[in-house]
C-alpha cells in the first residue's frame, strides 16, 4: 500500500483550487491520472478533500464535469469508508485497472471554511513544506501535517512496531510521546498515518527503549484524526513524563 502526500493527488480543471478533477500517481516518475467516477461518492471525496488539506467534500461531480484528463485512468470503483487517510488506502480493484473512458473522470469540490483552530492551510499554497515549518517554529502546534515526514516507529524487531516518535517537521530532532492517557484510539491513528490498517498493541513503560525530547502528553483522539497533531493535547513539549514513560505501538 502507498501512502499518498499532497503531491500525488491534485484537483485540476476547476474555477478555484478547491475544485476540479481528481488526478492521482503513486510516485513523481508516474504519469498523472484520473479517477473514474463509478461508485465514487462523498465517502470517497471526503478522502480526497482532507489529502489536500481541507475539512471535507462539499460536491461529488461526475461525467468530466472539469475537463476529460489526456492521461491514464489509474482508479476505478472506489470504496472508501470515509476515515481513510489515503485514497489507497480504500478498497479499489488494483492500479490501472478499470472498466471506463475519459467521459466518467470524477471531480470534487471541497469545503474551504475552516475545520477547527487545530485545522487546515486553505488553499494550500505552493510553498506547503516552509509555511508548516515557519508556523510550527512560531506556535508549535495547531497546524496540520500534510506532506512532511513526522513520526515513526523506532527500536522494534520489525517496522510496524516501535516507540513512537515524532517531529514537527525535518529540521527538528525526533522526540517522544508520553505514554499519560495514551490509549488504542490513539494508537490507531499512529498506525493508519503510518500506512497500517489500526493498532494491535500498546506497549508502555519505555518498552522499545528510552531516547531524546518527550514532545506529546496526555495525548486524546477520537480515532479517527489523520495526524496525531489532530488530537487533543496539551502543547507541544509541555509534559510531566520522564523517559520511562514513553509510549510505544504494534501495528
Not at 488539506?53 to 462539499?58: E, I, K, L, T, V
Not at 470515509?82 to 473512458?101: A, M, R
Request: net charge negative; with cysteine.
Amino acid at each position: 500500500m502507498v501512502l499518498l502526500d499532497p503531491s500525488k493527488i491534485r484537483l485540476v480543471g476547476g474555477s478555484g483550487q478547491n475544485e476540479g478533477r481528481v488526478e492521482v500517481r503513486p510516485a513523481d516518475s508516474f504519469t498523472w491520472g484520473t479517477v473514474c467516477q463509478d461508485h465514487f461518492d462523498m465517502r470517497d471525496a471526503d478522502v480526497v478533500c482532507r489529502m489536500l488539506g481541507y475539512p471535507s467534500a462539499q460536491h461529488v461531480r461526475n461525467d468530466a464535469y472539469f475537463g476529460q484528463g489526456n492521461g491514464p485512468i489509474n482508479m476505478d470503483d472506489l470504496r472508501c469508508d470515509g476515515n481513510e487517510t489515503s485514497l489507497f488506502h480504500c478498497s479499489y480493484p488494483g492500479w490501472g485497472i478499470h472498466d471506463c473512458d475519459h467521459h466518467q473522470d470524477a471531480g470534487v469540490v471541497c469545503i474551504m471554511r475552516p475545520h477547527s483552530w487545530h485545522g487546515y492551510l486553505y488553499p494550500p499554497p505552493p510553498n506547503l513544506d516552509r509555511v508548516i515549518l515557519y508556523l510550527y517554529v512560531m506556535i508549535l502546534q495547531n497546524v496540520a501535517t500534510l506532506a512532511l515526514p513526522t513520526i515513526r516507529l523506532t527500536g522494534g524487531s520489525s517496522q510496524n512496531k516501535g516507540r513512537v516518535e515524532v517531529r514537527p517537521a525535518d529540521s527538528f530532532t525526533w522526540g517522544t510521546v508520553c505514554q499519560d492517557q495514551f490509549d488504542m484510539r490513539d494508537a490507531d491513528v499512529v498506525c493508519r498515518v503510518l500506512g497500517y490498517s489500526s493498532a494491535r498493541q500498546i506497549q508502555t513503560h519505555a518498552f522499545f527503549g528510552p531516547v531524546g525530547p518527550i514532545y506529546m502528553d496526555d495525548v486524546q483522539c477520537n480515532g479517527n484524526e489523520n495526524s496525531l497533531f489532530n488530537c487533543s493535547y496539551p502543547g507541544w513539549a509541555i509534559n510531566d513524563c520522564a523517559h520511562d514513560q514513553d509510549v510505544g505501538v504494534v501495528c
